[in-house]
């Protein structure tokens, strides 16, 4: 079970630290990926990582704000989210995907099907 935590209400410009802590999960095993929601529109995913293979896909509107990064001692995975914008408003879900594992940018960019994921928190960005 994935469960994300870090969600809230940020003014425009602000940051936010989301976390997936995966407990049970060997890290290296997965690729895990962040997605997200918004109202009325699909899941679409938003940074993804690999530790296996080293590699990292990031969606391209969050390129040089958010970044992605995994303590392997906590066994959480982290989304820096910088320079947020309205536009980031969604929940925010986290994944983790075994049979992607090498595969980060195919990860985000199906969706993870056959992934475990988290119930989301709620990131608002708002003035």
């Known amino acids: 079970q994935l469960v994300e935590s870090g969600g809230g209400l940020v003014e425009p410009g602000g940051s936010l630290t989301l976390s997936c802590a995966a407990p049970?999960?060997?890290?290296?095993?997965?690729?895990i990926g962040w997605f997200r929601q918004a109202p009325g529109k699909e899941r679409e995913g938003v940074s993804c990582?690999?530790?296996?293979?080293?590699?990292?896909y990031y969606k391209e509107s969050v390129k040089g704000r958010f970044t992605i990064s995994i303590d392997n001692a906590e066994n959480t995975v982290y989304l820096q989210m910088n320079s947020l914008r309205p536009e980031d408003t969604a929940v925010y879900y986290c994944?983790?995907?075994?049979?992607?594992?090498?595969?980060?940018?195919?990860?985000?960019?199906?969706?993870?099907?056959?992934?475990?994921w988290g119930q989301g928190t709620r990131v608002t960005v708002s003035s």
């Open positions: 994944a983790a995907d075994s049979l992607l594992k090498s595969h980060v940018e195919a990860m985000c960019l199906t969706g993870s099907p056959l992934g475990s």
């Open positions: 049970g999960f060997i890290l290296e095993d997965y690729a």
């Open positions: 990582i690999s530790m296996i293979s080293g590699s990292t």
